[in-house]
């Protein structure tokens, strides 16, 4: 079944502990990007990559790393997360930067 | 600046209802615009996407215009059922030489009751 992996699904840290989402899609796609969505504020891309070893940054990468090391994978790190990184999180991938495929979502909560 | 509005924020109709979504975008140079279906908790999946040469797609019971004069497109539902109980996003493609640059609304909230 071709779909996109994320783990975990939900996440409750401290500030300040590094922590990894991780993201996988066996549908061989080229492009990948995280999005976090909060209330009102609709889904905001953090960094995309277009290729194994491209990696770019979004609308709001600040506090975020992310790197694609092989194609299918394409972990979000935050090196050191504070409250305002609180946020439902989505890994997307796609053959093309428009159709976009949609992992089920990290739900991430730092106190 | 490129931007995405939906209205209405909310909505609530009855089982059996039709309804219609609004998009306005302000995003150049346009490319593409595609509705996506979030339920509760899941990851937004993809409804219908349109290019600037068609003004009307049908998906089912969805179906998505597309008024590129007025930048404005609706996603029309007809015959809702429970499951239609969703939120709707309107994303604007455009443009950015190879690459391309996506903008979201921040969705339509629609509840769909008995």
């Known amino acids: 079944e071709a779909q996109v992996t994320q783990n975990p699904r939900y996440l409750i840290t401290v500030t300040g502990k590094k922590l990894t989402v991780t993201c996988s899609q066996n549908m061989n796609h080229e492009y990948m990007s995280w999005y976090r969505q909060d209330p009102g504020l609709g889904l905001r891309q953090i960094y995309y990559?277009?290729?194994?070893?491209?990696?770019d940054k979004g609308d709001v990468p600040e506090g975020y790393k992310v790197s694609r090391k092989e194609k299918r994978n394409f972990p979000l790190i935050l090196e050191s997360p504070s409250p305002n990184q609180t946020s439902l999180y989505f890994c997307?991938?796609?053959?093309?930067?428009?159709?976009?495929?949609f992992g089920p979502g990290t739900r991430l909560t730092v106190t | 600046k490129n931007q995405v509005e939906q209205s209405p924020q909310s909505l609530i109709i009855l089982e059996g209802k039709n309804c219609t979504l609004q998009c306005n975008y302000t995003v150049s140079p346009f490319s593409n615009l595609r509705w996506y279906k979030q339920d509760t908790g899941r990851g937004p999946v993809s409804l219908t996407i349109?290019?600037?040469?068609?003004n009307t797609k049908s998906n089912g019971r969805y179906t998505a215009t597309l008024d590129a004069d007025t930048k404005q497109s609706s996603l029309h539902i007809t015959a809702s059922q429970l499951s239609d109980s969703a939120s709707y996003i309107c994303v604007v493609s455009a443009r950015a030489g190879t690459a391309s640059k996506l903008t979201f609304g921040t969705g339509t909230r629609l509840q769909v009751t008995l």
């Open positions: 997307a991938s796609s053959s093309d930067p428009y159709e976009q495929y």
């Open positions: 349109m290019t600037f040469s068609e």
């Open positions: 990559s277009m290729n194994v070893e491209v990696t």
